[in-house]
């Protein structure tokens, strides 16, 4: 029997995951719920090959956690057992396992779009786009400033902002952050205000942090962070917005741009994660 049949007829068992189990992510995007409805609120994303550690369950509905930790509730329709989606290389499949750039792959779950950061099932090859091995990340992405914006900049230009998102089909502002920042190697937490305690302070001027810098807004009365962006070169920003519609380099040194004025009023602190 050929790896994609054998994948394939595993991948037909059903989901009995229990509190205490871990699932994989089958399908390319798997929405993460605040409560375990179709039509509650996304509140992050998880991506296919990655594994999910499951806390609860409610029908068909799962309360998991990622490698961030952070929780939600997904169907059971977006995931599979472990021994479904592996085979017998279990957990070993992730020390060789290949990491989508934007690509296409042809396997057992037919041909399909992979985003940025999506891991290749077993039996999966790459058709078109690029993908890169595991053991090649570090090389390619290094954990250095530059190289995390520049990362930023060529993978999520066009992105349109949706809350919850977390690839360059849609994301929120911490989404492409903590993306950004993982391709090169440095976890972060989910959410923006999360974010805020990490790494060291970077100053309290916006427009003259170094590139890589992390620059947090709140647009509360209490303060929470609310909003997140990375510093890049001649004092611009990168970032997903939902006033900007999606992705923006915006210039906060732009005195005459009334949205760079509010950006500015909503300022509260910048952090420094890499050199």
């Known amino acids: 029997m050929s790896p994609d049949r054998s994948l394939s007829a595993r991948a037909g068992q059903a989901l009995h995951a229990a509190a205490g189990d871990a699932v994989v992510v089958r399908s390319p995007v798997a929405p993460l719920n605040a409560e375990p409805r179709v039509s509650a609120m996304q509140t992050s994303q998880a991506l296919a090959g990655h594994t999910l550690a499951v806390d609860a369950r409610e029908g068909d509905w799962l309360r998991v956690r990622g490698a961030d930790d952070y929780p939600g509730w997904v169907h059971a329709g977006y995931v599979l057992d472990p021994a479904a989606a592996l085979g017998e290389v279990g957990a070993g499949w992730y020390h060789g396992c290949e990491i989508s750039l934007e690509c296409a ?101 916006p427009t003259a942090l170094a590139a890589g810098d992390l620059l947090f807004f709140s647009d509360r009365e209490d303060g929470r962070i609310t909003h997140v962006g990375i510093a890049a070169a001649g004092a611009r920003m990168v970032h997903l917005a939902l006033g900007r519609g999606g992705y923006a380099v915006d210039r906060l040194d732009d005195g005459a741009d009334p949205y760079v004025a509010m950006l500015r009023r909503n300022f509260r602190l910048a952090r420094r994660l890499v050199g």
Do not use: K
């Open 105 to 205: 792959v042809r396997g057992a779950h037919g041909r399909r779009r992979l985003p940025v950061g999506a891991v290749l099932l077993p039996g999966e090859r790459c058709e078109s786009g690029d993908v890169i091995g595991a053991a090649a990340c570090p090389e390619r992405f290094p954990p250095r400033a530059e190289a995390v914006v520049e990362t930023a900049r060529r993978a999520f230009e066009g992105t349109t902002y949706q809350w919850g998102g977390i690839t360059p089909w849609g994301a929120d502002c911490s989404g492409l952050v903590q993306s950004a920042f993982g391709l090169h190697g440095v976890p972060l937490p989910r959410d923006a205000w999360q974010q805020a305690l990490e790494g060291e302070s970077a100053g309290d001027d």
